[in-house]
Antibody, heavy 125, light 110 residues
Framework: QVQLQQWGAGLLKPSETLSLTCAVYGGSFSGYYWSWIRQPPGKGLEWIGEINHSGSTNYNPSLKSRVTISVDTSKNQFSLKLSSVTAADTAVYYC???????????????????WGKGTTVTVSS | SSELTQDPAVSVALGQTVRITCQGDSLRSYYASWYQQKPGQAPVLVIYGKNNRPSGIPDRFSGSSSGNTASLTITGAQAEDEADYYCNSRDSSGNHSNWVFGGGTKLTVL
């Protein structure tokens, strides 16, 4: 049973850098997309970005200038850094495992099947 | 980049059938996946692919797709199904491949 355990600082001041790490237990690290997603209080889910085992990344264009996602395959961990935070970055941050498959004949599918429990990050002066 | 649109709120009488929809251009290329989120908890995958349920998800949950619209159907809704539901898909409309979420639908079971 794959589990994701995440941790990081929960209280930041404006302009600081958010830093979170997610560890993968009980499963392979390769062959998946490892994502960060956030959810502001009372709002919906927002995808932040992803990394694969080889370090290839994709970021949400709206956050790209401030986001860095990195991977440490020796520890089966991946990390999120979000710079210059403001109150608008206050949210619960989740890590998740994504995968996909399919073909032209049956259709293509992608989904996130395992999620971390979430880390509440508050930005306040 | 593409967007996914969901109705903000839907209600259903206990034991009845409800359909939650999700619209977006990316759904012409990729199946949607669906997630259930209860207050204070992480999202849980309930449907993926054409109509697949992860282990442990009741068979009253089903999925379908047509054109740019994906649907999640709960047949015989139970009180424990009251939750927020999000759709999600891959989006390759821009220069890179990204993930996109719908805004979520709050399901109330009456």
């Amino acid at each position: 049973q794959v589990q994701l355990q995440q941790w990081g600082a929960g209280l930041l001041k404006p302009s600081e850098t958010l830093s979170l790490t997610c560890a993968v237990y009980g499963g392979s690290f390769s062959g998946y997309y490892w994502s960060w997603i956030r959810q502001p209080p009372g709002k919906g889910l927002e995808w932040i970005g992803e990394i694969n085992h080889s370090g290839s990344t994709n970021y949400n264009p709206s956050l790209k200038s401030r986001v860095t996602i990195s991977v440490d395959t020796s520890k089966n961990q991946f990390s999120l850094k979000l710079s210059s935070v403001t109150a608008a970055d206050t949210a619960v941050y989740y890590c998740a495992r994504g995968l996909g498959g399919g073909s032209r004949s049956v259709g293509y599918y992608y989904y996130m099947d395992v999620w971390g429990k979430g880390t509440t990050v508050t930005v306040s002066s | 980049s593409s967007e996914l649109t969901q109705d903000p709120a839907v209600s259903v009488a206990l034991g009845q059938t409800v359909r939650i929809t999700c619209q977006g251009d990316s759904l012409r290329s990729y199946y949607a996946s669906w997630y259930q989120q209860k207050p204070g908890q992480a999202p849980v995958l309930v449907i993926y692919g054409k109509n697949n349920r992860p282990s442990g998800i009741p068979d009253r949950f089903s999925g379908s797709s047509s054109g740019n619209t994906a649907s999640l159907t709960i047949t015989g809704a139970q009180a424990e199904d009251e939750a927020d539901y999000y759709c999600n898909s891959r989006d390759s409309s821009g220069n890179h491949s990204n993930w996109v979420f719908g805004g979520g639908t709050k399901l109330t079971v009456l």
